[in-house]
């Protein structure tokens, strides 16, 4: 479900003096999160605000202190599966506010699950200072959602939202005989990756809360149904066979990305540095609407392996979350078939055919079963004690009954044989 944030209430700027503010009854949407920015006026007690109404849970995120006299909030509750009709009400029960400003959000397709939906908070301040402004500790995520909001002393504050936000408040109280108040309110859904947030606006002394948002459940269910572990074998020949396998999700974490065709996945293997050499650009499995996509492992990349290798896969554009691929074992387990070629057979050392594509690599079948699948040891299987990759020689110097002991018969020369097992 795309995430999309929309302000479920008309908002509040209030010029009188009290201790308790009400936004007006609405209902909220189910599997929710509701947050509440509240400014008060000429009011410090920072520990004694709260925000109550629909029976739900509300939890204090953020508190600041500005202006020496005003303070700022962050509210947050979850609105559960089947919501009632709700009045959020601001309050304290001493002092009294001078003025108030309150902008509601519901955030939709976030994951309700979270304990806290908030990834992360930040408040800031400043006196008599331009374009308010907040920096995150790390980074935004792009397939999240985000919110800011201020309280200054400038009315109207006559702001402009950073670049990409949707403003849903920018209104205030006061002026001339009165102390003037204000708040500026705005969102945006996905598309951030920097960490500092700043509004436009003139000199004031102002505060500033601003959170992201956890993405949605879809993201993590997009990158489970991605992971997939496929075995290849050394060697492979068909480009098939050689295959992986991406399911690739636009920023929002959900919808499918239908215009990748031709894109460059990367691949790490043995938790190597990532890179895009070895495996081809992406195409689409028709339609590309379902935004499946294949690339082909090269045949150098499986051929250059030792079995055992773990080759992971992912891909990215400027379009999509990043998106993990098959993960890639070069493994054994697919039997491999060759058969003897020594000219002078033996019950300890058996030759494999250079036509068999064997690996030149030393030990890399060791551990393996070798069956032979015909002739005078048919039926009957030894471990595999060492391998020689120069010269195919697959030994067996085990003790007599143990797995890897030789052969009672010494196979002749074109004796079929097919190695199986895990060589690890």
């Not at 500790?137 to 402009?160: E, F, H």
């Not at 489970?224 to 992986?244: G, K, Y």
């Not at 080759?311 to 070069?330: H, L, P, Q, R, Y």
């Not at 085990?398 to 010494?410: E, I, Q, R």
Request: hydrophobic fraction near 40%; charged fraction near 15%.
């Amino acid at each position: 479900m795309p995430q999309t944030i929309a302000e479920p209430v008309a908002h509040l700027a209030s010029a009188v003096d009290a201790t308790s503010y009400s936004l007006g009854a609405f209902t909220p949407a189910a599997n929710a999160v509701l947050l509440v920015f509240a400014f008060a006026e000429n009011n410090i007690d920072a520990s004694g605000w709260a925000v109550t109404g629909g029976g739900l849970t509300w939890t204090k995120k953020a508190s600041i202190l500005f202006n020496s006299v005003d303070t700022g909030y962050l509210f947050w509750a979850y609105t559960g599966a089947a919501p009632a009709s709700c009045t959020i009400t601001f309050s304290d029960g001493t002092p009294v506010a001078t003025a108030c400003m309150i902008a509601p959000f519901q955030i939709t397709g976030v994951n309700v699950t979270d304990p806290d939906p908030i990834r992360q908070v930040k408040t800031n301040s400043a006196l008599n200072t331009a374009n308010p402004n907040a920096t995150l500790d790390s980074a935004m995520l792009t397939g999240n959602c985000y919110v800011a909001a201020y309280g200054c002393n400038s009315n109207p504050p006559t702001t402009t939202p950073p670049s990409g936000w949707t403003e849903t408040m920018d209104e205030g109280v006061g002026g001339g005989s009165q102390q003037p108040f204000a708040c500026s309110a705005a969102y945006r859904v996905n598309g951030e990756t920097g960490s500092t947030v700043t509004f436009t606006a003139a000199i004031a002394s102002w505060g500033m809360i601003v959170a992201e948002l956890n993405g949605g459940t879809s993201v993590r269910i997009t990158e489970l149904r991605c992971r997939m572990i496929r075995e290849v074998r050394q060697n492979e020949a068909v480009a098939a066979q050689r295959r992986v396998y991406f399911d690739i999700r636009q920023t929002d974490g959900t919808t499918a990305a239908a215009a990748e065709t031709s894109g460059q996945p990367m691949i790490s293997i043995n938790a190597g540095a990532w890179t895009s050499s070895g495996i081809g650009a992406l195409a689409a499995i028709i339609p590309s609407s379902k935004g499946r996509y294949y690339a082909d492992l090269s045949v150098a990349t499986v051929s250059g392996a030792s079995i055992g290798d773990i080759i992971e896969s992912t891909f990215k554009s400027a379009n999509t979350i990043e998106c993990a691929g098959d993960t890639i074992v070069i493994s054994p387990r697919l039997s491999i078939k060759s058969f003897v070629s020594d000219s002078i057979p033996s019950v300890s050392s058996i030759r494999g055919s250079i036509l068999s594509g064997l690996s030149r690599n030393d030990n890399d079948y060791r551990g393996m079963v070798m069956v032979q699948t015909a002739g005078v040891n048919a039926g009957e299987t030894r471990k595999v004690s060492a391998y020689v990759g120069s010269s195919l020689d697959f030994q067996f110097t085990g003790a007599s009954g143990d797995p890897d002991a030789p052969w009672d018969v010494a196979a002749p020369s074109g004796s079929p044989f097919e190695l199986l097992g895990k060589i690890r």
